[in-house]
Nanobody, 115 residues
Framework: QVQVVESGGGLVQPGGSLTLSCTAS????????LYWYRQTPGRQRERVAY???????DYAESVNGRFTVTRDNDENTGWLQMNNLKPEDTATYYC?????????WGQGTQVTVSS
């Protein structure tokens, strides 16, 4: 059974850190591109980070230098390390695993940055 499960969201003060995880089962995880998106009510989903199957990364300008995407193919897991969080980072964060013919999404995890 194919499953993508996210965890790690929560409430954090401005300047704090959180790490989101994305664990997949039932797929050849190493073959998938890993994306992290976020969305707030009334706005389009925004891509914040990307890691290719080969390990290349790319970040949205708004998070570059603060967020880091990593993966461990042996553990079928990817992570999004978020540092120096700002109130504008508040959103529901989604993990997306993609390869040709397969587009998988996690359920989303809420991140709230507030004092």
């Amino acid at each position: 059974q194919v499953q993508v499960v996210e965890s790690g969201g929560g409430l954090v003060q401005p300047g704090g850190s959180l790490t989101l995880s994305c664990t997949a089962s039932g797929i050849a995880f190493s073959l998938y591109r890993l994306y992290w998106y976020r969305q707030t009510p009334g706005r389009q989903r925004e891509r914040v980070a990307y890691m290719s199957a080969g390990g290349a990364t790319d970040y949205a300008e708004s998070v570059n230098g603060r967020f880091t995407v990593t993966r461990d193919n042996d553990e079928n897991t990817g992570w999004l390390q978020m540092n120096n969080l700002k109130p504008e980072d508040t959103a529901t964060y989604y993990c997306n695993l993609w390869q040709s013919g397969s587009d998988l999404w996690g359920q989303g995890t809420q991140v709230t940055v507030s004092s």
